[in-house]
């Protein structure tokens, strides 16, 4: 058989603080294993352990037979992780606005969206047959102007944005936009917080418990009055299994399953999926020094990003897209480290990269305080 | 802990002919495991081995360094089922739908869809952002009559169906769908053959090959003139695997690339999706025996419950649904064959259940002419 595409870079180890890829064992500062989960032998142990007991997958909708012990104990321990009733738990990640959106499209008169908002959540938008505005980038006031602008009388607001924006890892000004939308409430703000849960916060729960915003209101009832708060989000990143988690209580978490079709329509996620969630979950619930650990390495980045005189905002996500000159400088640099044992990406184009892209720098808990600081005096010479 | 959902019916063994459920080995009749690979010995192991190998799961987007040994194998063994250039694998086939409509989108100026189909095709219908039109269920006819009724002058429809329903198993009448759509070309029709993959056809490419529609030009020039065929379709039915595929020619397979973000923006499938997805279709490829035995149980079942004087159509497809009488009389039966260890699911509500609901039948490669046998036997006293 000939080769399926173009060469491509190839990962040929777990993801973790050094991967293998082309061949070449590299300090890796890329990715979103955040807490270095994807390749922890436990958690791979686990994935092996429920796909010998139950399967590949039990090859049908959870609305058949499709719940087995696993899947069930991945909705239990994310239940428990974000101390909600219940959770639905998925296949994958990019469409967990899909169905929140679908869950509140009923009530929604109009959808606003960040403009650099992830493109799961932009196509999520589409999905409530309303019409979709789009808001300045991390602007509360320009929010509140589209509001104003946009929403006739009697019609509910539904706003939807990243928590944390995968490729500059800006936190999104979720406090001022629950000010914004309070004088239109009842409103819906809908949070993809795929890269903040497992890493901000106390007890990680994302930017949400970051923000002060993880009351008992949050991901709790659709048809209330005032502002709800609604959070959804992927497993596949700090949490270390893969899949997508929407936690609430019963009667939001029911409309979620009710509302698209993943739940009676889909094949239950994949039993090595189930097995690596549910275990990953425990280690995360079980070991909060993983996370002090990520977050110590994240001030450690920063510092040293900053220290270096690079523009790096004030947020404690694990990942921060820095701007370096144009294209052509950020290639060398990417390249420059490249050859000197690290990877660093550049991202040419994605949602947020603006024109001439960005590197992304990517830290999790299994990096070293010696890696962190090699990376740094590796940039410091490059640049 | 506290259970997380109301009492459910627990798998506890791999999905196959015979399957534990609440602690009891039934004869299966349920599912969508028509090749019996989501339980096979070497499909199992090989997860495990890509899980061990790569992780988890990559951690990043195939656009990042996403793409792993694996995962590429996967492609390169789905092309060559296909017998196409290439393919797209990702990590969930009910996106398949949403991936081909809105690489089409751009040229289709109304889209017409069968009054069953999928929820996923329903929903996927939504994301072009145009009139959506549904024509009876597997009516040419009223295709013909929609598409003169509801396209304007040089608007080019998408016409999108299954190829297999999943519940009664019976077959679109595809061929028919291209001569309504000969007067309005250029015109697309997608089909998302789930159930048909593996089951119809000579080589198993499903219900195109079944209808003698399986050409160079499917899934081959989105810009073509003439009416164009696209279908895509899961992994995790008979194919044995897990999450969707794509498979065409480059052109076609970088335009659905492009056209949604599952590849640049959701993390690459798990690697136990993969390693059981290439390992279950190198199986399938080498053993068409499979295919053959499944194909024979299809005939026995379909006989069998056809001298029973049901009503079952004329499907070659491994589920049939049937009405037998009401829903109360099928929950009898349902229950009652359950007592006799013999699973046969009763579906109230599904797209393309009617009001009353189904009995869904479903057989598999791996059970015995005897097993079939004691189905029909049994159900002949229930009845």
């Given at each position: 058989?000939?080769?399926?595409?173009?060469?491509?870079?190839?990962?040929?180890?777990?993801?973790?603080?050094?991967?293998?890829?082309?061949?070449?064992?590299?300090?890796?500062?890329?990715?979103?294993?955040?807490?270095?989960?994807?390749?922890?032998?436990?958690?791979?142990?686990?994935?092996?352990?429920?796909?010998?007991?139950?399967?590949?997958?039990?090859?049908?909708?959870?609305?058949?037979?499709?719940?087995?012990?696993?899947?069930?104990?991945?909705?239990?321990?994310?239940?428990?992780?974000?101390?909600?009733?219940?959770?639905?738990?998925?296949?994958?990640?990019?469409?967990?606005?899909?169905?929140?959106?679908?869950?509140?499209?009923?009530?929604?008169?109009?959808?606003?969206?960040?403009?650099?908002?992830?493109?799961?959540?932009?196509?999520?938008?589409?999905?409530?047959?309303?019409?979709?505005?789009?808001?300045?980038?991390?602007?509360?006031?320009?929010?509140?102007?589209?509001?104003?602008?946009?929403?006739?009388?009697?019609?509910?607001?539904?706003?939807?944005?990243?928590?944390?924006?995968?490729?500059?890892?800006?936190?999104?000004?979720?406090?001022?936009?629950?000010?914004?939308?309070?004088?239109?409430?009842?409103?819906?703000?809908?949070?993809?917080?795929?890269?903040?849960?497992?890493?901000?916060?106390?007890?990680?729960?994302?930017?949400?418990?970051?923000?002060?915003?993880?009351?008992?209101?949050?991901?709790?009832?659709?048809?209330?009055?005032?502002?709800?708060?609604?959070?959804?989000?992927?497993?596949?990143?700090?949490?270390?299994?893969?899949?997508?988690?929407?936690?609430?209580?019963?009667?939001?978490?029911?409309?979620?399953?009710?509302?698209?079709?993943?739940?009676?329509?889909?094949?239950?996620?994949?039993?090595?999926?189930?097995?690596?969630?549910?275990?990953?979950?425990?280690?995360?619930?079980?070991?909060?020094?993983?996370?002090?650990?990520?977050?110590?390495?994240?001030?450690?980045?920063?510092?040293?990003l900053?220290?270096l005189g690079l523009?790096?905002?004030?947020?404690?996500?694990?990942?921060?897209?820095?701007?370096i000159g144009?294209?052509?400088n950020?290639?060398r640099i990417?390249?420059t480290?490249?050859?000197?044992?690290?990877?660093?990406?550049?991202?040419?184009?994605?949602?947020?990269?603006?024109?001439?892209?960005?590197?992304?720098?990517?830290?999790?808990?299994?990096?070293?305080?010696?890696?962190?600081?090699?990376?740094l005096?590796e940039l410091r010479r490059v640049l």
């Amino acid at each position: 058989m000939t080769p399926i595409a173009p060469p491509v870079p190839l990962m040929q180890s777990p993801p973790g603080a050094e991967t293998v890829i082309d061949g070449v064992r590299y300090l890796y500062f890329a990715g979103t294993g955040y807490l270095g989960l994807a390749g922890h032998p436990e958690v791979i142990e686990a994935a092996c352990d429920a796909t010998r007991r139950y399967g590949v997958h039990s090859a049908t909708s959870r609305s058949g037979f499709g719940h087995n012990p696993v899947t069930l104990e991945v909705e239990r321990e994310a239940a428990a992780f974000f101390g909600m009733e219940t959770a639905f738990y998925y296949s994958s990640g990019y469409v967990t606005n899909h169905m929140a959106v679908q869950a509140l499209a009923a009530s929604a008169g109009a959808l606003f969206v960040d403009a650099a908002a992830h493109f799961c959540i932009e196509e999520a938008a589409r999905l409530a047959g309303r019409a979709v505005i789009r808001f300045r980038h991390r602007d509360p006031g320009h929010l509140a102007e589209t509001l104003g602008d946009h929403l006739r009388p009697g019609q509910q607001p539904l706003v939807l944005s990243d928590g944390v924006f995968a490729l500059t890892g800006a936190v999104a000004p979720l406090r001022e936009y629950v000010r914004a939308l309070a004088s239109h409430a009842p409103a819906a703000l809908v949070v993809d917080d795929a890269h903040g849960w497992g890493v901000l916060g106390e007890q990680g729960r994302g930017s949400l418990e970051h923000l002060g915003l993880w009351t008992a209101t949050v991901n709790a009832d659709a048809a209330a009055d005032g502002v709800k708060l609604f959070v959804g989000g992927t497993l596949a990143k700090a949490l270390g299994g893969f899949g997508g988690v929407i936690p609430g209580s019963r009667s939001w978490v029911d409309a979620v399953r009710a509302a698209s079709h993943y739940y009676d329509g889909a094949s239950a996620p994949p039993c090595a999926a189930a097995g690596a969630s549910a275990r990953a979950l425990a280690i995360v619930r079980r070991h909060p020094e993983l996370r002090r650990r990520l977050q110590a390495n994240i001030r450690q980045l920063r510092a040293g990003l900053g220290g270096l005189g690079l523009e790096i905002g004030d947020s404690p996500a694990a990942q921060v897209g820095v701007s370096i000159g144009d294209a052509t400088n950020m290639r060398r640099i990417h390249e420059t480290l490249k050859t000197r044992g690290i990877l660093v990406p550049y991202i040419a184009a994605y949602s947020g990269s603006g024109q001439a892209g960005l590197l992304r720098f990517a830290v999790c808990a299994t990096h070293t305080p010696g890696m962190i600081s090699r990376l740094l005096d590796e940039l410091r010479r490059v640049l």
